[in-house]
Structure formats: C-alpha cells, structure tokens
C-alpha cells in the first residue's frame, strides 16, 4: 500500500504523524512510504532521516493524495484539503468530527474511508489512540495554568504551589480520566492543593489510593462545581465523552463567582469545550478574558512539545498503521473491532453515531458498509 505522512497546516502545529523509525517499519510490512518535504521538521526530524529510512520524499500535499492509499496526519484536514481527498482514500487521523460540521459534510462528500484515532477503542474501553496526547495535554494545562497565573500574563499572580507560610494555590479538576488525572499528577507535584472531580465512584476510589495526600477526589456534581470555583485559582476541564461534543459544565453565569485573574484551561476545546465560554485558540494567541477570568483554549495543546508528541504518538498509531496497511480498511475493521469503532466516515455514510446524532444526519452501522 501507498501510504502519505502529511505536513501539518493548522496553526503552529509542528507535530508530524509519523516518525523516520515509524516509516521504516511500515516499509519492512512491505509499504512505500511518501512523506511531504519538511513534514518532520517541526518535531526535530530532518528530511534526510525519513530518506534514511527509505521513504520517497514528495514537494506537495496535493501529490501526496494524489498517490497514496492511505493519508495520515495528526490534526483532522482542513478547508484547502478537502478538494484533494478521493473516494476510497483512507484517511487516517484524528478527525473530532461531532464538533466539526463544516469536515464532516467534506468528508461524506469526499466518498473516503475516514478511520479517526480518538474513536479507536479496547475492550477495556480505553482509547489507545487518544491517550499518549491526553497524558501531554493533561500535564500542559498545568504548566499553563500557571503560567497565566502570573500577573503579567492576566492572572492575579499566584503561585500554584505556595510557599512556606504562604498557602498554595487550588486547582479543580474536571474529570478523572486520563487528562484530568495527568493534570492532578502535575498540579500535585507543584504543591497546590488539588480537587479532582469525576462520576465514577470505582474511578475515584482508584485514585483515592494513588494520588498524593494534597489531592482530594469528589463526586462531580453541579452543586459541587458551583461551590469550588469559588476558590479556584485553576479550573481544568477534562471531560471526554468518546465521539461526540462535551458538556458544557460552568456556565457564563458562573464565571461571575471566580476570582478575578484566575484561569481556566479546557482541554475537551476539540470536542467543543466543557465551558460555555470557551472559544479555539491557537498557541499563537492562546487567551482572553471572560468576566475577569483568563480563558485557555488551545485546541492542539500538544503542538507545542512537538517531539514529545511526535514520539508518543508514532508509539500507539504504529501498530494500527500497519494493520490497516496489511489488510486493508474493511478486512482490519472485519477482523479488529477496534479498528472497527474507528470508522466515523465511509464511503459517503456516516458510521460513527455520535456523529450523525451531532448534526441531525443519517447514520449507517458500520457493519452495512463492511
């Protein structure tokens, strides 16, 4: 199979989604492998690594789905590309299509094989796929928040983690996956005081017996949200509902009771936002100010340690990458149901439910397509 490692073009996303060490795997399958000049760049790989690895480099995106199989990137496809994918291309990605109706409607259109990386899930119901960026991002809201903490960045100068004589800082945490727990982890070792909120009680159990002693679990509820943002110096939002849009969990409303300067971080932005404020934003320009609070909604948060990311990424997609490859789109989802609950777009039809759901169009099981 043809398979084409695109450059990213959102806005300061210097990811790439797949590494040189990645490349060569694909191409001992058996694989040729085209990869768009500078695509690694930004993650500290050069064009010559991915040659090394015995990749074909190619000047243009346009190209690149001209000949591939296959598509893959990190971030889903945008306006420019949408004109460029072809019936029966499979495009490999993360899509986050129930917060993207504009995508969704170019993909039907396209009459491609959209397989996206957020919706690829294990029997345990993890999602293999999400999780590694989850880990940055949920570490990253920290650094951030209290980044925009600091007076001089719009926040009302706090130090997350205090000092002696001098109380820490509170940080609530919505959500107790993968994100949130991976914020409380960082939040906890910067010494602020740490409410971590979620609606599994076997969840917050678990993480009543690993999380450190500054880190209390509550139950998540509207009237507990309400209480705490009243002290809050950061809100992290952290709630992942698989394939489609998240909650909004604070509202305008209640932004009128935070403390003026304190930040608020949500990482669910590319499902929508958990708060009923929050707006894309780019590192570029990454806040504003709602109400007197600072509002940090980057939507590729893990863009800014592209290595990091870059390597983390390749670690999980690899193995699904040369699945697909191997077989082809409909015998992996035939034989792998995970690859399975990745289908979100096929052939013209939606298959992923949350999707149709989001926008009021018809949904096709994936089964009738396979």
Known sequence: MKVGI??????????????????????????????????GSGSGFEDAAYIKAGAEMIATAREIYERSDMVM???????????LIREGQIVFTYLHLAAAEELTKAL?????????????????????????????AGRMAIQQGAKYLEMAQGGHGVLLGGVPGVDPGNVIVIGGGIVGTN???????????????????????????VMPANCFGLFSSPATLRELIQSA??????????????????????????????????V??????CFETSKATTHGDPIYVVDG??????????????????????????????????????????????????????NGKITYKAVADAFGLDYTPVDEVL
């Open 6 to 39: 695109l450059k990213e073009i959102k806005t300061e996303e210097n990811r790439v989604c797949m590494t040189p060490a990645g490349v060569e795997v694909m191409i001992a399958n058996g694989h040729k492998l085209l990869v768009e000049n500078g695509a």
């Open 73 to 83: 990137h990190v971030k889903e496809p945008l306006p420019p590309e949408y004109d």
């Open 108 to 136: 039907i259109k396209s009459k491609s094989v959209c397989i996206a990386y957020e919706t690829i899930q294990k029997p345990d119901r993890s999602l293999p796929l999400l999780t590694p960026m989850s880990e940055v």
């Open 183 to 209: 914020a409380a982890k960082m939040a906890c070792g910067l010494g602020a005081k740490v409410y971590i909120l979620d609606m599994n009680l076997d969840r917050l159990r678990y993480l009543s017996d």
């Open 233 to 266: 110096d950061v809100v992290v939002g952290a709630v992942l509902i698989p394939g489609t849009k998240a909650p909004k969990l604070i509202t305008r409303e209640m932004l009128k009771t935070m403390k003026p300067g304190s930040v608020l971080v949500d």
């Open 268 to 273: 669910a932005i590319d499902q929508g936002g």
């Open 293 to 346: 609070v600072v509002h940090y909604c980057v939507a590729n948060m893990p863009g800014a340690v592209p290595r990091t990311s870059t390597m983390a990424l390749t670690n999980a997609t690899l193995p699904y990458a040369v699945e697909i490859a191997n077989n082809g789109w409909k015998k992996s989802m035939q034989e792998n149901n995970e690859i399975k609950l990745g289908a979100n777009v096929i």
